[in-house]
């Protein structure tokens, strides 16, 4: 039996850098970690919009929130907006919180829909705290106990300083950094990788091999030749275009999300930047169209020229393959819609971590390991093809996802929410019932019917009820500082 003593990771980035510090940290006496980063490799600045699950790795870590935010100029996040996507003319929120108030067998969006057909007129997100605290500028960072007070949150924030931040931090506990290229991956006779020789001309052995090389998957694509589930036929934007610009002057507590006739921009207010960019198709326009189009929605003056980017969403159906671990882009690709890039590092890590093996290849924990990986991605692709298939626009480019044959598992969620307002949260779906609700109301479905429990109310209790909720959801709302002050005070260090 020959234990587990050398992780070795190709490429940092985000992806290498967490990875090496999640690693080391967690696995401190088990293993000696490796990280070779290659100087012929610009790294690509991924996910510069989070979901909340990042402060959990920053809490493990232990990495102060004020040090984050001021190292990586970082704003908050409650929620995307998501703007034209249904139609030309409506808009929608997705937030991190959750409207009104959930009894055990009944959901909100119940009492909610009953509640319309008795006289109410407010939106759904009248009962979200996080909806209320954008329309009104305001944060806090201190966690309630009470979950109708609670306001979840992630960041905005600079994907390279965040690598940079982590780099100090995984070399400060023991991290070998090597700055090389890998010319040759060497195999030995059952097809592992056996060590790696670069062009400084060192031999660089392990047992364990990271591959966090991009969208190259220099290893489990390259050398290993792992197979590739290719999603286009789902989702049809293949390019993208980065162009930042200078920051906003008054930064807004939510990603814009901008749907356009062929694709969608992203807007992310940073404290010394704005990232914008366009994600589209190049079967419905060409580089010049959606670069005219980004440009003629970009307000700020220009920071840089324009990156053009192109990708082919899907997914490694073996991301840890022998004794190979893909994570980050190497594993596969998803557009930024919900922003989960970061998401689907951090989770690939503690997916590594919690089934890492004390002695040998295991091939049960690579089997569970694939399990949970494809199962998680699958989800998040249903979630984000969602957004596309509800639409109500004109143009061929969203005409066309209205035809299209979607995934069993995301047809069926569609239409058990269409026919009860039900939503069933699969185990390895990271978006709650909320998410969900949010988005399908958002684009145009409205159930048909309710659940039964709801009409437990009779019409004045229930309305009584919700404007109770109502007085809650604004008490807390008032106990909230104004943003601009909240991050004032970070600038300051205070």
């Known amino acids: 039996m020959n234990k587990i003593k050398k992780v070795v990771i190709v490429g940092g980035g985000t ?33 510069e919009a989070s979901i909340p699950p990042i402060r959990a790795i920053n ?47 009944c959901s909100f969006q119940h009492y909610w829909l009953y509640a319309k057909e008795v006289g109410c007129h407010d939106s759904f997100w009248d009962f979200d705290l996080n909806y209320l605290a954008i329309n009104d500028d305001r944060f806090s960072n201190k966690t309630q106990q009470d979950k109708l007070r609670d306001l979840p949150y992630a960041y905005h924030f600079d994907a390279s300083k965040y690598a940079e931040m982590l780099k100090l931090y995984s070399t400060n ?14 195999l030995d006779k059952l097809n592992y990788v056996n060590n790696l020789k670069l062009k400084n001309g060192q031999t ?28 286009s036929d789902l989702l049809l934007c293949d390019r993208a275009i980065a162009l930042p610009s200078k920051r906003l002057s008054k930064l807004p507590l939510y990603t814009r999300s901008i749907a356009h006739k062929f694709g969608w921009q992203w807007q992310i207010p940073l404290k010394h ?23 003629k929605n970009i307000t700020e003056p220009l920071d840089v020229e324009p990156n053009y980017i192109k990708f082919k969403t899907g997914k490694i159906k073996t991301p840890w393959c022998k004794n190979v671990v893909a994570i980050g882009l190497s594993s596969g690709f998803l557009e930024p819609l919900e922003s989960t890039s970061i998401y ?53 480019f969203w005409q066309t996802y209205r035809t299209k044959q979607l ?44 659940h039964p429990r709801a009409t437990d109310f009779e019409k004045e209790r229930l309305l009584n009820w919700l404007n109770e909720l109502k007085l809650v959801k604004h008490s807390a709302l008032k106990s909230l500082e104004q943003y601009p002050d909240f991050l004032s005070k970070c600038e300051k260090g205070i």
């Not at 307002?421 to 909320?434: E, M, N, R």
């Open 15 to 47: 992806a290498g850098w967490m990875s090496a510090a999640l690693i080391k940290k967690l696995l401190h006496k088990q293993v000696d970690v490796c990280l070779i980063d290659s100087e012929l490799v610009p790294t690509v600045g991924v996910g």
């Open 59 to 105: 809490d493990v870590l232990g990495i102060p929130e004020l040090d984050f935010l001021n190292a990586t100029n970082a704003s908050i996040k409650l929620a995307i907006k998501f703007e034209n996507w249904h139609n030309e003319e409506k808009c929608y929120f997705h937030t991190f919180g959750g409207a009104g108030y959930s009894s055990p067998f």
């Open 173 to 186: 506990i023991g991290v070998k950094h090597i700055k090389s290229h890998v010319n040759d991956v060497c």
């Open 204 to 231: 660089i052995s392990g047992d364990i091999f990271i591959d966090c090389s991009g969208q190259k998957g220099l290893l489990i694509k390259e050398a290993l030749g792992c197979e590739f589930e290719d999603w």
């Open 273 to 295: 930047r704005t990232g914008n960019g366009i994600v589209y198709s190049s079967k419905f326009a060409s580089d010049e169209d959606a670069l005219d189009v980004l440009l």
């Open 344 to 396: 689907l590092i951090q989770s690939s890590i503690i997916r590594l971590i919690k089934l890492f093996p004390h002695s040998d290849i295991n091939h049960s924990l690579i089997e569970e390991f694939n399990r949970q990986a494809n199962l998680e991605l699958d989800a998040i692709r249903d979630f984000i093809v969602l957004h596309y298939v509800l639409n109500d626009r004109k143009e061929a």
């Open 407 to 450: 995934p069993s598992s995301l047809s069926h969620k569609i239409s058990l929410f269409k026919e009860s307002g039900q939503v069933i949260k699969d185990p390895s779906d990271i978006f709650t019932d909320s998410s969900w609700v949010q988005v399908m109301l958002g684009q145009g479905l409205m159930p048909k019917a309710y």
